[in-house]
């Protein structure tokens, strides 16, 4: 489908600087497109919609795909996915490197981001994390934007008001994915109404709401499930049952047949519970703790608590890695989250 050259402005997205990247992207050759570690929806829709856009509308332009994690953690039914690799080809030289969906650039993993840095190329940055640093030469960060695929959906949009660029129907089916996958599918705050008419244009354009929503929502695998029968089981429910928290060790992981990617809905899973105003998780992985924040307290900024960790990410889902003893990290953490709750206006506990 067309895009309309009268389409709407892209508010509140409309004031980033879409022309300059427009035009760095316009005139390259070729691009490296990468995304955060334990990929999400949103990081594979945003670096396959964006691969799979720039080479059928900038002739001749060749996209190379990489996440670090493309080999543990699969999202098959975005088009384009098979196309991440793990590492950059040797001697790999783009004209231009894309970073999508990461709060900094050390988010696509340590040694990518130094293979980034040698490189020398100019950086795009679309993202729509809080403690995004502006780390490109380019930034087209939104913190309010529900998803970096939503951003993406406006630049591709201020694309086609300068030439006949078309959003296809693999590209909106690999946007619409990142946004279902960022707004728990349509449910948060960040959906606006702005986004709804975005993802209705997304579907005149061919992508499939109802198959999109069986992948990410209504396919858990077995032994995740198993993994948060065992998270329910070992929860600390405190603050008059407000704050929701569990630990999963390695030996849980191993009674439920889990892999170390398995279990990234748990801090969900515990919101969800009725009453429950702030939930976390506490995972074992790869020698860390990592842990994962989520609020329903729209005064309650969950990315302040996760920096003050070394973390970062959004007011009402954040995360942090850590190591040491974790009866001290889970300490400090309930803390935080406790001290959070009490200066909470909204909260049911009636502080307001
Ligand atoms: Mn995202």
């Given at each position: 489908m067309m895009m309309d050259?009268?389409?709407?402005?892209?508010?509140?997205?409309?004031?980033?600087?879409y022309p300059e990247a427009i035009a760095l992207l316009s005139k390259a050759k070729s691009s490296v497109i990468l995304s955060h570690v334990s990929p999400d929806p949103d990081a594979y829709g945003s670096i396959c919609s964006l691969a799979l856009f720039l080479e059928e509308n900038i002739s001749g332009h060749s996209a190379t795909l990489v996440n670090v994690d493309s080999e543990k953690v699969?999202?098959?039914?975005?088009?384009?996915?098979?196309?991440?690799?793990?590492h950059p080809p040797e001697g790999l030289n783009p004209d231009v490197v894309i970073v999508c969906?990461?709060?900094?650039?050390?988010?696509?993993g340590d040694e990518l981001a130094s293979w980034v840095l040698r490189l020398g190329k100019p950086i795009v940055n679309i993202d729509h994390h809080q403690?995004?640093?502006?780390?490109?030469?380019i930034n087209l960060v939104?913190?309010?934007?529900?998803?970096t695929c939503e951003i993406l959906f406006c630049l591709f949009e201020a694309f086609g008001k300068n030439s006949k660029c078309s959003i296809s129907a693999q590209v909106a089916e690999a946007l619409l994915a990142g946004i279902l996958g960022d707004t728990g599918g349509f449910r948060?705050?960040?959906?606006?109404a702005e986004t709804l008419r975005r993802a209705a244009v997304l579907m005149d354009c061919g992508a499939r709401l109802d198959q999109l929503t069986r992948h990410l929502f209504g396919s858990v695998p077995l032994a995740s499930l198993k993994l948060s029968g065992i998270a329910t089981q070992k929860m600390h429910l405190f603050a008059d049952n407000r704050i929701a928290g569990a630990c999963i060790t390695e030996e849980d992981y191993q009674a439920a047949g889990a892999?170390?990617?398995?279990?990234?809905?748990i801090a969900e899973l515990l919101r969800d519970?009725?009453?429950?105003e702030i939930s976390y998780s506490i995972r074992r992985m790869e020698e860390k703790w990592k842990a994962s924040l989520r609020t329903v307290?729209?005064?309650?900024?969950l990315s302040e608590i996760a920096r003050s960790f070394g973390g970062g990410g959004h007011r009402a889902a954040a995360a942090f890695r850590a190591s040491g003893e974790i009866s001290d990290i889970v300490a400090r953490l309930e803390i935080s989250l406790q001290n959070a709750l009490q200066h909470s206006k909204l909260s049911r506990g009636g502080n307001g």
């Open positions: 050259p009268k389409g709407s402005s892209a508010s509140p997205s409309g004031s980033l600087p699969h999202h098959p039914y975005i088009p384009g996915s098979e196309r991440v690799l793990a969906d990461s709060g900094e650039l050390n988010r696509i403690s995004n640093p502006n780390f490109g030469e939104e913190v309010s934007a529900s998803s948060y705050r960040s959906t606006t892999t170390a990617f398995d279990g990234d809905d519970i009725e009453g429950v307290l729209e005064d309650v900024d």
